[in-house]
């Protein structure tokens, strides 16, 4: 399971803590792939879609030939590569991550292509889903800024390479 924390500025910090057990993750290129890995590694459901089906199963591909070098160097047990393995589905399209608590998207810089995928997320997932996304140049505001409820947004940064660089 993932957890976010957030913090309410206008009643000063608390620590408002969610759990996530189903994430989507849009976008199969290198970062879009290292999220979907740590996010299968920590326990969740992880959905990838991407605009370009082969890119989905080549990110599959590569988590799982990732996965099975680290257990045979003994970085990870038989048992959890296996696990994590189940965790990691692929998404025919958007509308298949209607059941997710979590969408991290990690696709290419243009507002206009980052604003177009949320508003089609948005019509299909839950109103409590949190959108998240994992631009490293755009305003968060300005991406969500064409949402009926542009609230729910966040930013989260990863870094490259995914599973080497801590949170």
Known sequence: MIVAFRCDATQGQRD?????QRVGVIGAGAMGRGIAQMVAQAGCQVSIYDSAPA???????G?????????????????QEQAWGQNLSIAASINDMAGCDLIIEAIVERLDVKREVFAQV???VSADCVLATNTSSLSVTAIAATLKH???????HFFNPVPLMRL
């Open 150 to 156: 542009p609230e729910r947004v966040a930013g989260y």
């Open 122 to 124: 948005e019509q299909c």
């Open 16 to 20: 408002m803590s969610q759990v996530f």
């Open 55 to 61: 890119a989905c199963e080549a990110a599959r591909q």
């Open 63 to 79: 988590i799982l030939a990732q996965w099975s070098r680290m257990s045979s160097k003994g970085k990870c047990s038989a048992d």
